[in-house]
C-alpha cells in the first residue's frame, strides 16, 4: 500500500512541475524552512505598523518589562491579538483548502466551494442590513460573526445533505449543489444590499473584503478552539486522503473508510472555514495559494502537507496584514486585496504551468 | 470650575434664559488650552473645528473629510469612516479624538476607548438641527468658545425657515446621485438630500424606499418630479449636463423638458455642517424663483 501511495506521489502532475528551485529549498528541511517563516513574519507583525515602535520597545512591553505604556498598549492590545487572530485564520484557511482539494481530487477547489463563505457573506450581511431593526440596541460586534457562521455552518450542511445518496456522499453532487447554494446565496446577498442603505453598503464591501482589524482578545479566546481541534484532528485524514487521490473506488478496496473520511473532511472544514470567515470576512486565495505552494515543495502526500500547510498559511495571512496596516498608513488596506494581490499572480503562473504539463 | 465662576455663570443665567447657560458652558471651557494634535473622523466634524479655528490643530482626518480642502488635502488620512483602524489613529498622538458616532467597523469606539486616547463621540443625524448640537459637542471637545459661531449659524437657520415655513406649494424634487452608465441612483427617504429637499421647502419625489437606490426609468417618469436635483460631480462624471439630459429616463420628464434642473455641489448640500442655512437657501431659491430670499451674511466658514 505505501508502495502504491508512493508512486502517486512521483507521479503527480503537480511534483511533476518545473519548480526546482523551490523544491531544493524545500526538500532539505521543509518544516524548518516553512516555521523560520513563520516566526519572521510574526516578528515583523509585532515590530512593524504604523506606530513606529523600536525593537527594543517591543520585546520590552512583550514581557511587561518596558516603562513606556503607549508601546506596551500597542503590542498587547493590538499587534499580538491581530498577529494570532492573522495565524489561526491563515492555518485555518489554508488546511481548509488542502482537505477541499483532497476531497474534490481537484486544485483548483476554494474551501469556500460547498457555500460555506457564500452562506456566511449571506448572515454577515442580512446582519448588517437587519440587525438593529429586528434587535434594535444589539451591539453588532457579537451578533455580526455570529450569524455569519451560522450562515455557513447552515449552508454548508444543506449542500451536504442534498449530496448524500442512499448513504453515499456524491462527490459531483457536493460541487453542483455547491454551485446552486451559492449562486442562492449570492443572490440574497445582492437583495440585502438592494435593501441597504449607503452605510451598510459600504460595511458589507468591506467585509467580504476581508479584514483582521477586528481582532482582539475575546476573539483569539473563541477561536482558537474553534480552527485548532480541527486541525488536530487532520493528521488522522491523512492516509486516507492520500488514497482518495487514487479514486473513490480505489481507496475504498485499499480498505479506507471513505464515507466516514468523506463526512470529517466536511464537518472539520465547515467549522474551520465558518468560524475564519465569521471574525475575518471573505479573505481570499489562501486557501487556494497555500496547499499549491506547499504541495510544490513537499509533494502531495497528506501527512506531511497539513502541517505545512498550517504553518504557510499561517505566514501568508500574518506577513498580508503586516503590509495591509502598515503600507497606506494610518489608514488601513483590507487584507483581502494584499493575499489576492499575491494570489492572482500565482495563481496564473500556476495555470499556465499546467497547461504545458497537462494539456488541460 | 470653580465656585466663583458658578456664581457667576448662574447669575447670568438667571437674567438671561436659556441663552446664558450656553455662555456658561462656553466660560467653563474657555481657560481650558485646546488640544494641540486633533484627529477627525466625520466629514461635518472636520467643517466646523475648521471653522470653530482649529484647522491648525488637526493632525489627521477621515476620507469623508474633504471640506475645507486647503485645510483637509495637506492632512494625513486615517481611512474611511466605517473602516478605521485603530493603529493608525494611534500613530499620529492625538490629544483628542472626535469621532462621529457613524464610525466603524464595529467595536472600533470601544478599542479606541480601551487604549485610553481623550476622545469625543459626537450623534449625527441628517437633521438641520443636528448641525447646532454638533457645533456645541466639537466646540465643547475643543475647549473652543462656539457662542459665536452657533448663534450665527442658528440666525442663519432662522432667516431661511421664516422664508420657507409660509410657503403652501411644496413642490416634488428628484435628487439624482448618480447616472452612470444611464442607470439613476435616486434619493429615497431617509436621506441626507431628503432633509435638505424639505427644509428648503420641497417634497422628496421618492417615498417608496429607503436610501439610495437604482430607479427605473417608468418609475422616474410615475414620480412626475416639479424639479431635477443633481450633484456637480454627477455631471462631471456623464461630462455634460446635456448627455444627462438625453437619457430616457430623465428626457421624458417634464421637469427636464422645462429645464428645471438644478445643479449643486454635493458636500455643499449634503455636507450637513455650519454652511447648511446658505446650502438651504440656495437650494430653496431655485425650487421656489419667486421667493424674496432673506439676507445671509457671509460668514468666514463660507470660504474654503
Known sequence: ?360 | MNRRQFLEGARIGLGLGFSASVLLWTQGYAQRAIPKRVVIAGGALTEIAVALGAGKNLVGVDTTSLYPPTVVDPLPKIGYLRTLGAEGILSLNPTLLLVSDQAGPPGILDQLRSLKVPMAVVPETFSVDNVRAKIIAVATALSINGKSMLDAVTADLTAVRSVINPIKDRPKVMFILSAAGGRLMVAGTHTAAASMIAFAGGRNAIEEYEGYKPLSNESAVASEPDFILMSGQTVESAGAIDTIKSLPAIASLSAAKAGRIAIMDTLYLLGFGPRIAHAALDLAKCIHPKIIPPFLPNRPWMHA
Not at chain 1, 3 to 12: D, K, Q
Not at chain 1, 123 to 150: D, S, T
Not at chain 1, 338 to 359: A, E, K, N
Request: a positive charge; charged letters at 15%.
Open chain 1, 1 to 360: 500500500m505505501d508502495a502504491r501511495l508512493r508512486e502517486i506521489e512521483t507521479n503527480s502532475a503537480l511534483s511533476g512541475a518545473k519548480w526546482i528551485a523551490l523544491k531544493h529549498i524545500g526538500r532539505s528541511n521543509p518544516v524548518a524552512f516553512v516555521a523560520m517563516a513563520l516566526v519572521l513574519a510574526v516578528i515583523a507583525s509585532l515590530a512593524i505598523g504604523p506606530v513606529s515602535l523600536s525593537f527594543e520597545d517591543v520585546l520590552k512591553s512583550l514581557f511587561h518589562l518596558g516603562t513606556d505604556p503607549r508601546a506596551e498598549t500597542v503590542v498587547w492590545q493590538l499587534r499580538l491579538p491581530r498577529t494570532l487572530v492573522g495565524m489561526i485564520v491563515g492555518a485555518g484557511l489554508a488546511v481548509s483548502g488542502a482537505l477541499m482539494q483532497g476531497l474534490f481530487r481537484n486544485p483548483m477547489v476554494d474551501p469556500g466551494l460547498i457555500g460555506i463563505a457564500p452562506g456566511a457573506a449571506m448572515g454577515a450581511a442580512a446582519v448588517i442590513v437587519f440587525g438593529n431593526r429586528i434587535f434594535p440596541g444589539l451591539e453588532v460586534l457579537y451578533l455580526l460573526p455570529l450569524c455569519a457562521f451560522m450562515g455557513g455552518m447552515i449552508v454548508a450542511l444543506m449542500v451536504y445533505r442534498a449530496a448524500v445518496i442512499e448513504g453515499r456522499t456524491s462527490i459531483i453532487m457536493l460541487l453542483l449543489v455547491g454551485i446552486a447554494m451559492t449562486a442562492i446565496c449570492s443572490a440574497a446577498t445582492g437583495f440585502f444590499v438592494h435593501l441597504s442603505n449607503e452605510r451598510q453598503i459600504r460595511d458589507i464591501t468591506f467585509w467580504t473584503m476581508g479584514s483582521l482589524g477586528g481582532a482582539r482578545w475575546e476573539i483569539v479566546y473563541v477561536l482558537t478552539p474553534c480552527i485548532l481541534i480541527p486541525l488536530l484532528i487532520t493528521p488522522w485524514l491523512a492516509r486516507g486522503l492520500d488514497a482518495l487521490n487514487l479514486g473513490e473506488r480505489e481507496a475504498a478496496y485499499l480498505g479506507f473508510p471513505i464515507e466516514k473520511l468523506k463526512r470529517w473532511v466536511c464537518l472539520l472544514t465547515a467549522i474551520m472555514v465558518g468560524g475564519c470567515v465569521a471574525v475575518s470576512g471573505v479573505v481570499g486565495f489562501i486557501g487556494l495559494l497555500v496547499p499549491h505552494v506547499i504541495r510544490l515543495i513537499v509533494g502531495p502526500a497528506y501527512r506531511r502537507l497539513i502541517p505545512l500547510t498550517a504553518l504557510g498559511g499561517a505566514t501568508l495571512l500574518v506577513f498580508a496584514d503586516m503590509i495591509a496596516r502598515w503600507i497606506v498608513a494610518p489608514a488601513e488596506l483590507p487584507v483581502g486585496i494584499i493575499t489576492s494581490l499575491i494570489g492572482g499572480p500565482f495563481f496564473l503562473v500556476l495555470l499556465i504551468q499546467m497547461r504545458r504539463s497537462l494539456t488541460l
